[in-house]
């Protein structure tokens, strides 16, 4: 049995305009379905290492490690390393020329991992600034301020799903206008 109080439980910033970036466009239809097939594998390894890395983007793991995790193959794993390992000109990041992860001794850093945190720390910096704004407003008007705090921060929430919704409902429209596209239709 599986003591999953001794498994690394990090958590770790995922932004979503991942699906916007030159990873996500990795494995898309239309290619040939070997370059497909790597693309995708490429995609699940990165968001596996993304997943098991700690604060500093380092992911300790052999190639076997790796594969066990991802539920890919050696061969498959050696593959989609190559991917991530090599150069993209079409990244956003042009640091390393675009590399997301660099091979180290003990296991990989992942590039660019030290930003994300740093972009979550001022997200959360300036998530607080507009309570602490909301709050003195409140009080200086003489309003209840832990309920209006709540009614602001369900409205948040609400707005924050129908972005997302929204966004998701384009990405597959999209999705399926490119693949009648390519049936002919």
């Known amino acids: 049995m599986v003591d999953f109080r001794a498994m690394n439980t990090n958590w770790t910033p995922l932004w979503s305009d991942i699906l916007q970036s030159s990873l996500w466009t990795l494995g898309k239809p239309g290619l040939p379905e070997k370059v497909r097939e790597r693309g995708k594998n490429a995609k699940l390894l990165f968001l596996t290492m993304i997943a098991s890395a700690n604060q500093e983007g380092f992911v300790s793991a052999a190639i076997d490690g790796l594969a066990y995790q991802a539920r890919l193959t050696d061969d498959e794993t050696e593959a989609a390393l190559e991917v991530l390992e090599g150069p993209d000109k079409s ?5 390393d020329e675009g590399r997301r992860v660099k091979r180290v001794d003990g296991g990989w850093v992942i590039n660019g991992y030290q930003r994300q945190w740093e972009r979550m720390a001022e997200e959360r910096r300036k998530a607080q600034l507009r309570k602490a704004a909301m709050r003195y407003r409140a009080k200086k008007k003489g309003v209840d301020v832990d309920s209006v705090e709540n009614r602001q921060e369900l409205a948040d929430q609400c707005r924050a799903q129908a972005k997302s919704s929204t966004r998701m409902a384009n ?12 049936n002919g239709q």
Do not use: N, Q, V
């Not at 990244?91 to 640091?95: G, L, P, Q």
């Open 171 to 182: 990405k597959i429209e999209a999705e399926l206008e490119e693949a009648a596209k390519a």
């Open 91 to 95: 990244s956003r990041c042009k640091d």
